[in-house]
């Protein structure tokens, strides 16, 4: 089977705060994918970036007295920070502040433009006669017209509510608390309506690929009602309108974080000699992609993101895989910044190893439905799985042999049957990563392992070792070929465990096929796997509240 060209890209974080279980939870498939893929020897592009620009950067950096770029950076370097502990391998981790996305961007809209999918459009906006600037919707203070509560332009601060800024009373401004007037403005609006006949055959086409909430979430965005969207904001952070007299105004994120998925693969491209049209071209046969994310950003990606796709015009792959998350409850309650009930992912590495979470999440994500997560929960799938299953049958095995035979497992034969179970659950596993089912994947793992465990009893080595030992060396043989079987399944969900077994064993580096063990091992520094945690009270465990660890100043 000749190699195939995968591209997967992970979700855009924004860089206001740090990241929380349900980044986790929702970005983790991603880098399971691509570990998956590179076992398998494939070309794999796996990207993504901190999204920076925005007026919520812009607010928050007036609120803390810095620039947006300090707040952006700063939270970048956190993400970059986290992820690297959790163990995942972009290929990239970028930002929308870096000079060649900005070029990139610039250049994509430069051609949406002169492919005739912008327009412009005269409109009225809210105006600061002080400040002498349009002010967007989260520049504006007033109050809300549906509980009488103080709102920004786009949403209450008191009832959730999302407004549109002509609905509410009283406008100021938030800088110099002048009232606002009503001036006339103009901006770039996509023709997004256009492409509703091909959008609504790309949900049709991928009923078997898209996972079923982004198949409802893009079917009901299509049948609100598409139109034309906002292209450009007034700010004066962000990618610069590559169009005369737009000087003062920046391409709407919407549009230029969604194209970071272009912009770092072909950044990526360029430093691997790739032609990355060709790579992400739709006639491509060997191409698979992947886009992983969280259900809020369900609407870009199955509907903004393809349309810019097909407004660029270059013939590239629109999304075959689209790998959205549901929700991440806490302790049975919505997570909320603002109500202190949140838990950020540096907060769970503080208390847990990465395989654990790692495992935790994979094990019971949100793939289908809103998934609960407690500390508790987390102790007990650990101890009961990690620990109870696959390091009881690691750990028990080498342990009898490194007291017994000083380490050394003798070559004998593998039990036929283990061999056409391991060869069965590599194909079933292997046929749920390529589907992105995780959870699936995950089940299935630890069936094997559980099935070994079953085995290891049956056989009672720890009484052939007396009556039969070749009957014993056969059974220490077959185990130790379900170990480094294992070892190969677990490592795009624990790739430390996985690293372990394979060096104690002296196994070859990770590869996705059945590994066919011959001749003598030695065990090199016999290790615990894993090892039982200690319950923890839920309620002395802070989770994030108001307060922020390493303010950005």
């Known amino acids: 089977m000749s190699k195939r060209d995968i591209f997967i890209g992970g979700a855009w ?70 992820f690297d502990k959790l163990g995942f391998e ?3 981790y970028s930002t929308t502040m870096t000079e060649y996305h900005k070029n990139y961007v610039m250049e994509q809209f430069k051609k949406i433009l002169n492919n005739g999918y912008l327009y412009e459009k005269d409109e009225l ?12 919707d989260r520049e504006i203070e007033g109050t809300c017209p549906h509980c009488g509560g103080k709102s920004t332009g786009d949403q209450c601060e008191i009832c959730g509510d999302s407004l549109d800024s002509s609905e509410v009373l009283n406008k100021h401004c938030k800088k110099c608390y002048s009232e606002t007037t009503m001036k006339t403005n103009k901006h770039l609006y996509f023709k997004l309506p256009v492409f509703k006949d091909k959008l609504q055959k790309l949900i049709n086409d ?15 965005y299509i049948d609100m009602g598409l139109v034309d969207r906002a292209a450009t904001r007034q700010l004066d952070w962000g990618v610069p309108v590559p169009v005369e007299g737009y000087e003062d105004k920046r391409i709407y994120v919407w549009i230029e974080a969604v194209l970071g998925y272009l912009s770092v693969g072909q950044e990526v491209s360029d430093k691997r000699g790739i032609d990355f049209d060709r790579f992400m071209n739709k006639d491509n046969p060997n191409l698979k992609t992947y886009y992983v994310h969280g259900k809020d950003n369900i609407p870009f990606h199955t509907t903004i993101y393809p349309a810019l796709l097909l407004a660029l015009d270059n013939d590239y792959r629109l999304p075959d895989y689209i790998v959205s998350s549901a929700y991440v ?57 990690l620990v109870g299953m696959l390091g009881n049958f690691v750990n028990r095995n080498l342990s ?38 995780i959870r699936n994947a995950v089940s299935q793992i630890m069936e094997y392992v559980n099935c070994a465990n079953k085995y290891y009893d049956s056989k009672q080595p720890w009484i052939q ?15 130790t070929y379900m170990i480094a079987n294992a070892a190969n399944m677990i490592a795009p969900i624990l790739p430390n465990a996985s690293l372990k077994i394979k060096k104690m064993l002296g196994l070859p580096k990770f590869k996705w096929e059945e590994e066919k063990i011959k001749g003598d091992y030695k065990i090199d520094n016999l290790q615990i796997i894993y090892n039982k945690l200690d319950e923890i009270k839920t309620d002395s465990v802070e989770i994030s509240n108001n307060k922020e660890k390493g303010k950005s100043r």
Not at 42 to 70: F, L, M, Q, W
Not at 125 to 132: F, G, T, V, W
Not at 408 to 418: H, K, L, N, S
Request: charged share 25%; net charge negative; aromatic share 12%.
């Open 206 to 220: 991928n009923k078997t690929t898209w996972r079923k909430n982004a198949l409802g979430e893009a079917q009901k």
């Open 125 to 136: 906006q809210d105006y600061c006669e002080n400040c002498q600037t349009f002010l967007s």
């Open 90 to 92: 972009y290929d990239e």
């Open 465 to 479: 070792v007396k009556e039969n030992i070749t009957e014993f060396n056969n059974t220490t043989y077959t185990c």
């Open 329 to 385: 409850n806490l302790n049975q309650e919505k997570m909320s910044k603002s109500k202190g009930n949140l838990i950020t992912a540096n907060e769970l590495l503080d208390m847990f190893d990465s395989d654990t979470l790692r495992f935790y999440f994979a094990f019971k994500g949100p793939e289908t439905n809103d998934m609960n997560c407690s500390i508790d929960d987390i102790i007990q799938t650990h101890n009961k799985f």
């Open 13 to 82: 974080p924004y860089a206001n705060y740090y990241l929380h279980v349900g980044h986790l939870a929702a970005l983790l498939p991603g880098d399971i994918l691509a570990k998956y893929f590179r076992g398998k020897g494939d070309n794999v592009i796996y990207v993504s970036g901190s999204d920076c620009h925005g007026t919520p950067i812009t607010e928050r950096a007036r609120k803390d007295g810095v620039t947006p770029d300090n707040i952006a950076t700063f939270y970048h370097n956190e993400f970059k920070k986290t």
């Open 400 to 437: 009898f042999i490194n007291k017994k035979f000083d380490g050394v497992i003798q070559e004998a034969e593998v039990d036929p049957t283990i061999i056409e179970l391991t060869q069965k659950n590599l194909k079933l596993i292997e046929d749920y990563f390529e589907k992105a089912e």
